[in-house]
């Protein structure tokens, strides 16, 4: 679409019901929050939709924002919006490259689609929660106790070897959890800033499993949740274009 990539994403159990037949059974949206130790909470903000638009380009992104949101008027109205921004080309805002052990681009629709055969068939799961950074304490550690932090090295993005059990590289691993494909981006302000997380998977139970690791529900705590605190949590279904076609 005029250079821009639109993903429409429906809250699952709301997309069951315009496709039940079309629909993986096991998805719900994020309903409850997620507590762990010591009153640690990632809320729950589930919403009906979402429409995530990336582009290289923010006025063609803007133009066909408006032009989305025009067709859908009549229907809903926007809860949230929040624009974001590539930071160093592929770094988050603690400055570390973000991604690392995505699948490749060619390998992506392979791991993270849900398989010809199944219901929702094309379709994938979006988890997407807004993160928002505590600057100045990360930015107080040296680069040796961040690296411990996050479990990789800063500027070459290596896996520290060995990697504390609680650095987020070891709560998030993907050889424990399975694939998931990361699209994260940097959003806010000088003075209020973060990250959006958005995850893909062919498979809810990876996301929600990596997110209790990261809670310390089984496990110490991410060390990274005392320097990133998150602000909104939810679920989507995104179907493939065919489906929304035949549904619609």
Same mark, same amino acid.
């Given at each position: 679409m005029s250079g821009v990539n639109l993903v429409a994403g429906f809250r699952p159990e709301l997309w069951?019901?315009?496709?039940a037949d079309d629909s993986p059974e096991d998805v719900e949206g994020f309903n409850s929050a997620l507590s762990g130790p010591d009153g640690y909470t990632m809320p729950a903000t589930q919403h009906d939709a979402v429409l995530w638009l990336s582009g290289s380009e923010y006025d063609v992104i803007f133009d066909t924002a408006r032009e989305a949101l025009a067709a859908v008027d009549p229907f809903c109205s926007v809860a949230e919006e929040t624009s974001s921004w590539?930071?160093?080309?592929d770094r988050d805002l603690t400055g570390f490259i973000d991604g690392s052990e995505n699948p490749s681009l060619v390998d992506a629709p392979e791991l993270v689609v849900i398989p010809e055969g *199944?219901?929702? $068939?094309?379709g994938t799961v979006l988890l997407l929660q807004k993160w928002s950074h505590d600057a100045e304490a990360w930015e107080a550690l040296t680069v040796t106790?961040?690296?411990a932090v996050?479990?990789?090295t800063k500027d070459e993005s290596v896996e520290l070897d060995p990697?504390?059990?609680? *650095?987020?590289? $070891?709560?998030?691993?993907?050889?424990?959890f399975g694939n998931i494909f990361r699209r994260n981006m940097p959003y806010g302000t000088v003075t209020e800033h973060g990250t959006m997380f958005v995850g893909f998977s062919a498979d809810q139970t990876r996301l929600s499993t990596m997110l209790e690791s990261m809670a310390g529900v089984a496990g110490p705590p991410d060390q990274l949740t005392r320097f990133s605190h998150p602000l909104t949590g939810a679920y989507y279904f995104v179907p493939s274009i065919g489906s929304i076609?035949?549904?619609?």
């Open positions: 069951r019901e315009l496709a590539p930071y160093r080309h *199944s219901p929702g $068939a094309g106790r961040q690296e996050i479990g990789r990697k504390p059990d609680d *650095s987020h590289v $070891a709560r998030t691993d993907q050889d424990t076609k035949s549904t619609g």
